[in-house]
């Protein structure tokens, strides 16, 4: 089971109150959490990454095990402690301004 923190306002969107908790069969990468999450929450469809191109959205960032996971490649393995829900994927709306 693989646990997933979501920012407010994507929680608002899902109706959804604290982690979502998520079946992710396989090798466990940040593309297939996403693609489970927007699955079982479609109207996350388009928030976290373009809809088109799959890139994340610019001022979405992810974090798992204390570490900046944003720029991996969605491919790549997520930690085992994410893997094993001993820990969180994060997913962290990112501020901009001056």
Known sequence: MIRVV????????????GEV???VGGPVTQRLVLDTLEAQYPMLLGTIRDRHSGKRRAFVRFYACEEDL????????????????????????????G
């Not at 979501?6 to 109150?17: S, Y």
């Not at 994927?89 to 301004?97: D, N």
């Open 6 to 17: 979501l920012p407010a306002h994507l929680k608002n969107l899902a109706h959804v109150t």
């Open 21 to 23: 908790r998520l079946e």
């Open 70 to 97: 944003s720029n991996d490649s969605p491919d790549a393995p997520l930690p085992e402690r994410v893997v094993a829900g001993e820990e969180p994927f994060i997913i962290l709306g990112a501020m901009a301004g």
